[in-house]
């Protein structure tokens, strides 16, 4: 598994009661996701081929909450990888007692700006993509 992120709740993650509002874990997990990429998968190939890896589908689940001062451990694997899609599992844990705060499949696929619909995780793009798998399940 990749390095996880540490992410520490501040005050402004907070909604009115105290725990961090769900708006935010989507950010945590956005964060974690950048990181992965820039950690296994070259942030700038993509960047250098006007490619966009885009968010197509999050399913969340909330477990307990997360309140100011928590450190939060996010573990993120590339899961599976289809033919023009694939997903990314997510997990949120306190870094204190390592209990499951949040947990997410994210569904991704690539996109071109001159190109329609998302590309075919073929050749290349589809190496690059399982070099990132591998790399992650053998860390």
């Known amino acids: 598994m990749a390095t996880p992120t540490l992410i520490k709740v501040r005050g402004s993650h907070l909604d009115l009661y105290g725990h961090v509002n ?3 874990y989507l950010e945590f997990l956005e ?3 950048w990181a992965l990429l820039e950690e296994y998968g070259g942030v700038q190939w ?4 006007e490619l966009a890896l885009v968010v197509s589908r999050i399913d969340i689940r909330y477990k307990r909450p997360a309140t100011m001062g928590d450190e939060l451990l996010i573990h993120t694997r590339l899961a599976t990888l289809g033919e023009k899609d694939g997903v990314i599992e997510q997990r949120i844990v306190r870094q204190d007692n390592g209990k499951l705060v949040a947990e997410a499949e994210v569904t991704f696929a690539v996109l071109h700006p ?3 619909g998302a590309q075919s995780l073929v050749g290349e793009l589809g190496e690059r993509l399982r070099r990132l798998q591998y790399a992650v399940e053998g860390a």
């Not at 993509?46 to 081929?49: D, G, K, L, N, T």
């Open 22 to 24: 769900n708006a935010r």
């Open 46 to 49: 993509y960047a250098e081929r």
């Open 31 to 33: 964060e974690a996701r």
């Open 114 to 116: 001159r190109e329609q």
